[in-house]
């Protein structure tokens, strides 16, 4: 299957919707402040943290960084949209997808 269209979110600071509608999330890299831990939690919801929880990334404060990018053929297939919920200290995230 061919894709086109992929979108990014650019860098997120706080929780908020990333895009509405189906389609494939292909990537989360989640950025810490390099002292404190970040969490990033994605839903299959355009509109709030509810829902069919997509993923969820942990990342250690001293690691700077981390995430997941998801080969073709193991893409996380969403509904209804993206919703992402940031917590921690000075985190940041950038979210990949692929509108259908």
Same mark, same amino acid.
């Given at each position: 299957?061919? @894709?086109?269209g992929c979108? &990014?979110?650019?860098? +997120? *600071?706080?929780?908020k919707?990333?895009?509405?509608?189906? &389609?494939?999330? %292909?990537?989360?890299?989640? @950025? *810490? $402040?390099? %002292?404190? $831990?970040?969490?990033?939690?994605? @839903?299959?919801?355009?509109?709030?943290?509810?829902? $069919? +929880?997509l993923? +969820? +990334? /942990?990342?250690? &404060?001293?690691s700077d !960084?981390?995430?997941?990018?998801?080969?073709?053929?193991?893409?996380?297939?969403?509904?209804d &949209?993206? !919703?992402?919920?940031?917590?921690? %200290?000075?985190?940041s995230a /950038?979210?990949? %997808?692929?509108?259908?």
């Amino acid at each position: 299957m061919k @894709y086109f269209g992929c979108e &990014g979110s650019g860098e +997120i *600071t706080a929780s908020k919707s990333i895009c509405s509608g189906p &389609g494939f999330l %292909t990537s989360l890299m989640v @950025y *810490t $402040d390099g %002292t404190n $831990d970040a969490v990033a939690t994605l @839903y299959d919801n355009a509109n709030g943290a509810i829902g $069919d +929880i997509l993923c +969820i +990334i /942990i990342v250690a &404060g001293t690691s700077d !960084y981390g995430g997941r990018n998801w080969p073709e053929g193991a893409f996380r297939k969403f509904k209804d &949209g993206v !919703y992402a919920v940031l917590s921690g %200290t000075g985190v940041s995230a /950038i979210v990949e %997808t692929i509108k259908v």
